[in-house]
């Protein structure tokens, strides 16, 4: 039941964003198959119906007393206040719930990420009432067995001996899982070096021989990409499309980034006076070193905005980079160092000078002395 409630309300919030904004507030006037709210409250008056469901995006819902609604009621970013009927579920995420003491919820009563309920003392919930997931906490308070109706006391703060070990598990489980995928990325740096050298040098080469064009087409190749995904997900039939081009973009990324590893990994081993080391090696520790101090930059709570902007700094030059060399495919050769081809001829038009024989010397030489007296 919870894991079809989660994935009803994923269908209902992928399938409201592509639905038109639809603004229904006139009491009897409301469509049969119900209304989507976008960016505005919605109120329902005493004693009128809507007939289907609710769906309000980044608003408030009201239902006032006596009111009825025929389907289910979702609210999103938003407050719902109700104290009327709604004949089937009622969700809210990242918002609170607020039930008076004349509403009866047929259905179930949903409230995830960031929902607080307050239920009034003749509030009817003929279903469950589930909190979760929550940003603190395991997604589901209840594991799974069918419960009866839960009546909800005041939040207080959980003691010290119950969230103490919490979160300290919290904490080690999201260390863990940093450096596996630190690890996992370096491991991939050189399994990457070592299949193709030669594409990682020629990546490596244009990241830092021209700096400045593999960060400005890194950037401007971000920017296309994410504007071409978004446009190719708001449309059913195109978004494995966009799928694809995220991959793409990941890939070429993350290869920019092995690039940029190799070499500060073989200037490393060089600084060490370490000898002829495969490139797997090389690549492989740079890449760790890299992912190493840009993870923890991003993990601190002060350096964050900092371990980002590293991060997104790195990953425009070597995206830049793999788009310049075409995937390491070919060199990158900038249009100022291209050497320039000499002309095999002289156009037509255009005379070689010659060189004045002795004659012509001497004849220059005569006409150039004064006569004597």
């Not at 969700?91 to 009866?104: F, P, R, W």
């Not at 490393?268 to 930059?297: D, S």
């Not at 601190?300 to 980079?321: D, E, K, S």
Request: charged fraction near 20%; proline fraction near 6%; glycine fraction near 12%.
């Amino acid at each position: 039941m919870r894991k079809r409630m989660l994935i009803w309300l994923a269908t209902i919030i992928f399938v409201g964003v592509l639905l038109p904004v639809t603004t229904a507030r006139a009491a009897g006037e409301h469509p049969d198959d119900g209304v989507v709210i976008w960016n505005e409250d919605y109120t329902l008056a005493e004693d009128d119906a809507l007939d289907g469901d609710l769906i309000v995006f980044n608003g408030d819902a009201t239902l006032g007393s006596g009111s009825r609604v025929g389907g289910d009621a979702v609210v999103w970013n938003g407050d719902a206040y109700v104290d009327g009927v709604v004949e089937g579920n009622l969700v809210a995420s990242n918002g609170d719930i607020e039930l008076g003491d004349n509403a009866h919820v047929q259905g179930d009563v949903v409230c995830t990420w960031n929902c607080d309920i307050d239920r009034g003392e003749g509030a009817l919930v003929d279903g469950e009432i589930i909190e979760g997931p929550m940003l603190r906490g395991i997604p589901f308070s209840q594991s799974g067995e069918p419960t009866l109706k839960i009546q909800i006391p005041p939040s207080e703060p959980e003691p010290f001996w119950l969230s103490g070990p919490e979160q300290l598990l919290r904490w080690i489980f999201r260390m863990v899982r940093r450096v596996v995928t630190v690890l996992v990325i370096a491991a991939i740096g050189g399994v990457v070096a070592l299949i193709w050298p030669e594409a990682t040098a020629q990546v490596e080469r244009a990241v830092f021989e021209t700096p400045g064009a593999s960060i400005g087409v890194g950037f401007l190749t971000l920017v296309a990409a994410v504007a071409l995904i978004m446009a190719l997900a708001i449309t059913i039939c195109l978004s494995p499309a966009a799928a694809l081009v995220a991959l793409a973009l990941s890939a070429a990324g993350l290869f920019g980034w092995i690039a940029i590893g190799a070499r500060i990994g073989r200037q490393l081993l060089r600084a060490l006076k370490v000898g002829e080391v495969a490139p797997l090696w090389t690549a492989g520790l740079g890449t760790l070193i890299i992912t190493l101090i840009t993870v923890g930059l991003s993990s601190a709570f002060c350096l964050a905005p900092l371990g980002w902007l590293l991060i997104g700094i790195i990953g425009c030059f070597g995206l830049g980079a793999v788009v310049l060399t075409r995937f390491g495919t070919t060199d990158y050769v900038p249009r100022q160092r291209r050497e320039p081809v000499a002309p095999t001829s002289l156009p037509p038009s255009v005379e070689e000078p010659s060189e004045p024989t002795a004659a012509e010397e001497g004849e220059g030489l005569d006409s150039k002395e004064e006569p004597t007296a």
